[in-house]
């Protein structure tokens, strides 16, 4: 984990606008709809080992944008605290 927050330091540094601009990211809606389908089909046994693949791969994603906007969050309640 050590690396991973190495590669999110720069997010400390952002503005309070741009932190807070990070923070609001959202998935786009077709995006997060493959995500459900993908999903609905992984609870039903029935992904291809294509659409395994790109499932795990969208989750990956979804986790590290999780992460970026936490970091961002915490980034903008620091300035806000400092």
Partial sequence: M???SD???PFDGLTPDAAAQVAALKVPANVQARVDVLAQKCNDGMLTDEE????ETLVKYGNMLSVIKARAKRAAANTRAG
């Fill in 2 to 4: 050590a690396i991973l």
């Fill in 7 to 9: 590669m999110l330091q």
């Fill in 52 to 55: 395994q693949a790109e499932y």
